[in-house]
C-alpha cells in the first residue's frame, strides 16, 4: 500500500510541475515578451531566437547613445541597401511599423554606425553606463594625419572605431573628422598587440580595412523596424561612395627626407607659382566635379604629390588625367565660361584626345585622356608641327583619393607603379630639363596624324 501511493505522489508532482511549467511558458510569451520587445509574426523573413537578438542589441546600443546625446547614423551597406529598396514605402510610413524585422534581424555578426567627432565629447561616461548595460566596449586609436606636416609628424592619438559587444553581436561605431579639403575621414583600423583579436571578426567589418573620404552629407531619421534610426539623406550618394572610398594620405616622412637632399625652393617665383597652380586646379576641380568628370592628378602634379606632397615649382603647368569613357562634350564650354580660354586641343575623341587651358599668366591646365586596352591603360600625345603621334603606357591602375593643396582630390591608388612608369626608377631625383616626347620612360612613337585630319586633330589657339 505504502508503495502505490509513492507512485500516486511521484506522479502528480510530475504532472503539476508539467502544468506550472506551461503556465510559465505561455505567461512569457503572451505578458512579458511584448513588454521587453517587439514581437514580429512568424512570417518569411522575420527572425526570432538567436537572430532576434540582434535587434535587441541594436535597440540597446540606440538607447545608450541618445540618453547621452550621441547623435549616431546608420552607414551600414547591407542594411542601408535593404533600405534603398523600399527607401518610398519607409519615408512615407508615419510609424514605420511592420509585422516583420526585416532590417536588423538578418544574420550578420555586427552592425555600423557613424559618428562625427566634433558632436561627441564625453566618452567615458557612455563607457561606464556600456558596462552597467552588460555591453563590452573597445577603443582603438591611431595617430591624427591632420596634424601631420612638413615641418612635424605629430604622435598625438585619436579614436578612430570603436566597437560595443553584447551577447552575439556587435556594434562597430565608426569615427567621421572634418579635413580642410571640406570633407569627412575616417581612419583605418589597426589592432595594437594588446587587443583581443578574438573579440570580434574584426576582417569581416566593413570599414576600416583601410582610410575612407566622403563628401558631407545631411542624415534623414527614419522608423527601421520599430527603431528610431539616423541614415544618410543621400542613400544611392552614399553607397556609390563607400564602394571608392579609398583614402591615401600624403606621405609627409618621404617628403621631408627628400628636401633634405634637395632643399625646396623657397624664391618668391616659386611661391608665386605656387599660388596659382593652387587656384588653377581649385578651379578645375570645381568645374569637372560640376559636371560629374571623374579626374585625377596625373604626370608632373602627381609625381608632386607622391614625391614631395606639394606641387613641384619648375613643373609650369597643372595635369590633370580623365579616362576618356568620363568624356562630356560641354567640358571646353564649362571651362571657358570659368574663365579659362582653350590653348589646344589635339587629337579626337576617339585617339589621344588631350586638352590645354590658359590660366593666370603663364600658368596651364593640360587634360590628357586616357584609354584601356587588355594589359594596360595610356594617353597620346601630339606634335603640333609634325603631326607626330605619340603613346604613353601605363599598368592599369584604380583611383584612390586623397587630400592636396586643401583639396579632395583622385590619385592612382598604386601610384608608384603609375609614378615609375612615366619617370622611371629614379623618380626621385629631381629632373628640371624635359622633353615630353623622349624623357618619360613609358613614350612610345605613335605614327602620324593624316594631313587631312589635322584642321580637326591639331587646333593651336
Sequence with gaps: MQRINKNVVLALLTLTSSVFLLFQLYYYKYYLSPKNGAVFSKVKGSQSGQDGIQWHVIKKFLGLVSSHNVPVYLIDPLVLGLIQKDFEQLSSSSDGMSPECKYFCAPRDFTTFALLDK????????????????????????????????????????????????????????????????????????LKQNIDRKFVPFRKLHFGRYPGAYNKSEVLQLSIDDLKVQIPKNLSQFLEEMSHS????????????????????????????????????????????????????????????????????????????????DYKSDIIPAFQKAGLPLKHKFGKVEDSLEL??????????????????????????????????????????????????????????ETLRYVEANYGKDWKVPVKVWDWKSSPSNVQYNGMWPVDEWDDVIQVY
Design 246 to 325: 579609398r583614402f591615401l594620405e600624403c606621405r609627409y616622412r618621404e617628403a621631408r627626407a627628400f628636401f633634405q637632399l634637395y632643399p625646396d625652393d623657397a624664391s618668391l617665383d616659386a611661391v608665386e607659382f605656387r599660388k596659382k597652380a593652387k587656384a588653377l586646379l581649385h578651379l578645375a576641380a570645381l568645374t569637372l566635379n560640376n559636371l560629374g568628370v571623374r579626374f585625377w592628378l596625373s604626370s608632373g602634379t602627381c609625381l608632386g604629390w607622391y614625391r614631395q606632397c606639394n606641387i613641384i615649382p619648375y613643373s609650369k603647368d597643372v595635369d590633370l588625367g580623365v579616362f576618356i569613357q
Design 356 to 413: 590645354s587651358f590658359q590660366g593666370e599668366d603663364d600658368v596651364k591646365l593640360d587634360i590628357f585622356f586616357f584609354y584601356e586596352d587588355d594589359d594596360h591603360i595610356w594617353n597620346g600625345g601630339t606634335q603640333a608641327k609634325s603631326g607626330k603621334k605619340f603613346k604613353y603606357l601605363f599598368p592599369k591602375f584604380t583611383l584612390c583619393w586623397t587630400e592636396f593643396v586643401e583639396l579632395k582630390v583622385h590619385v592612382p591608388c
Design 119 to 190: 558632436t561627441w565629447k564625453h566618452e567615458v561616461s557612455l563607457f561606464r553606463a556600456a558596462e552597467k548595460m552588460g555591453i563590452q566596449w573597445l577603443k582603438i586609436q591611431n595617430k591624427d594625419p591632420r596634424l601631420e606636416g612638413m615641418d612635424d609628424i605629430s604622435g598625438i592619438e585619436i579614436p578612430l572605431h570603436y566597437i560595443f559587444k553584447l551577447a552575439a553581436h556587435a556594434i562597430h561605431l565608426v569615427v567621421f573628422y572634418e579635413r580642410s579639403g571640406n570633407y569627412v575621414w575616417h581612419g583605418p583600423l589597426r
